[in-house]
Structure formats: structure tokens, C-alpha cells
């Protein structure tokens, strides 16, 4: 598994700006954080829009800014790999005909395990059929995914994310 990057987009902002933002953005206007947050396709992971079907595979964002201390979130959300819950870790698993499957690992028994893929496909892998199991201490959240939006927009997700409740 290796996470996406945004290499192919024009970067605006670096980490450290991204981060400051982060840290220290107060005002922002909710709506456009909407559309930014649409824009980072967060809602495709984390959920968070009514009207959006998503397969939840990190944490839930509603009081997320109430939650985490300024540092915790701007960290989480620059760099994700820097601390990845267990649960929210990729899974990937090859199988004895060579066939490999990264989801997030839901039931692992003597007789099975089952992920469910980012395509949020259900895959049950009878223990027999596996070759390899490994968890890598990275996030399925791309690196830089900020760094494509300007000030403005980083501080309107920002609005958007303390507006959920």
C-alpha cells in the first residue's frame, strides 16, 4: 500500500504553512468549507455529509476541533502517518494465488479475515488462502492534501470542520 499524494497537483501551501494555518485560523466562512472539504473528498473517509454516501475509514470529524488540542489536529492533518490508530490502519493481505487486498481489517478469527476495501467492498479471506498479512504504520490519508488550497480555503475547511455537530 502506499498513500496518494497530490505530486501531480501545484502545491500553494507547504506543510509548515499548512500546519501554522491549522494551529491558528480562527475565522473562515462555513460554506466555502464545504466545498473545500468536498474539493479534498474527505467526506469519503471521515463522513460527515448527509447527502454524501461514504465508507467510513477514519475518524469521525464531528468535534474533532473540540476534541483534539490545536498541535493534534494540525499534526493529523499534515502529517497523518505521524500517529495512526490501530483501527484505522491499512491492512494489505496476499493470498496464496497472488492476489493482494488493502482495506481495513474488520474480523480476524482462526478461520478468517475480512477487510473491507476502500471501494468499500466486503472481502472474506478464509485463513487457509492467506500467504501474507502486513499493517503498515501509515495512513490511507494522503500526504500535502492541503497544500493544493489557498489560506482562504484552508481556513474556510477549517470553519466547515468546527460547524459539525
Known amino acids: 500500500y502506499t498513500p496518494v499524494a497530490w505530486?501531480?497537483?501545484?502545491?500553494?501551501?507547504?506543510n509548515?504553512?499548512?500546519?501554522e494555518l491549522v494551529l491558528?485560523?480562527?475565522?473562515?466562512?462555513?460554506?466555502?468549507g464545504r466545498r473545500v472539504y468536498l474539493q479534498a473528498q474527505c467526506f469519503s473517509c471521515h463522513g460527515g455529509l448527509q447527502d454524501k454516501q461514504a465508507a467510513v475509514?477514519?475518524?469521525?470529524?464531528?468535534?474533532?476541533?473540540?476534541r483534539l488540542k490545536p498541535e493534534e489536529l494540525a499534526d493529523a492533518i499534515v502529517y497523518p502517518?505521524?500517529?495512526?490508530?490501530?483501527?484505522?490502519?491499512?491492512?494489505?493481505?496476499?493470498?496464496?494465488?497472488?492476489v493482494v487486498y488493502t482495506g481495513v481489517l474488520t474480523e480476524r478469527?482462526?478461520?478468517?479475515?475480512v477487510l473491507v476495501t476502500l471501494e468499500n467492498r466486503v472481502i472474506r479471506i478464509p485463513a487457509a488462502d492467506i500467504d501474507e498479512v502486513s499493517?503498515?504504520?501509515t495512513s490511507f490519508m494522503p500526504e500535502k492534501l492541503l497544500n493544493r488550497f489557498n489560506e482562504t480555503q484552508v481556513k474556510d475547511l477549517l470553519a466547515f470542520l468546527r460547524s459539525l455537530k
Open 57 to 66: 475509514f477514519g475518524p469521525d470529524l464531528v468535534g474533532v476541533t473540540k
Open 135 to 137: 499493517m503498515p504504520e
Open 81 to 98: 502517518s505521524k500517529q495512526v490508530a490501530e483501527r484505522f490502519r491499512p491492512t494489505t493481505v496476499a493470498t496464496t494465488d497472488g
Open 24 to 32: 491558528r485560523a480562527t475565522d473562515g466562512d462555513v460554506g466555502r
Open 109 to 113: 478469527t482462526d478461520e478468517r479475515l
Open 7 to 14: 505530486s501531480n497537483t501545484k502545491e500553494i501551501l507547504n
Open 16 to 19: 509548515e504553512q499548512v500546519h
